[in-house]
């Protein structure tokens, strides 16, 4: 469990998205934000899970699908964050 808790804090602190004065709007859009983020992951996570088993007959163990899935929704809140707050694309 210690090893996922970096990832986790990361994933917590890049999927806010902050509105001045809309708390409302704030927690609202930081939940569905976190939720897509999560679903990314484990969706990312299984078509890895399914590539590795289909091509190279060695399926991920539970520990290291975790770990892709959340990485990968680490990276995408990454870069939707730099969307969100800097505007670059």
Avoid: N
């Avoid at 939940?31 to 890895?48: D, H, M, N, P, T």
Wanted: aromatic share 18%; hydrophobic share 55%.
């Amino acid at each position: 469990m210690r090893e996922y808790l970096p990832g986790a804090l990361l994933l917590l602190f890049l999927s806010v998205r902050y509105y001045p004065g809309l708390w409302g709007r704030t927690v609202l859009e930081t939940l569905k934000f976190l939720g897509a983020v999560c679903l990314y992951g484990l969706s990312f996570a299984f078509l890895l899970q399914w590539a590795l088993k289909k091509f190279f007959h060695h399926p991920l163990a539970r520990r290291d699908l975790l770990r892709a899935a959340l990485w990968a929704a680490v990276i995408m809140a990454f870069g939707e964050s730099l969307r969100h707050y800097l505007g670059l694309y």
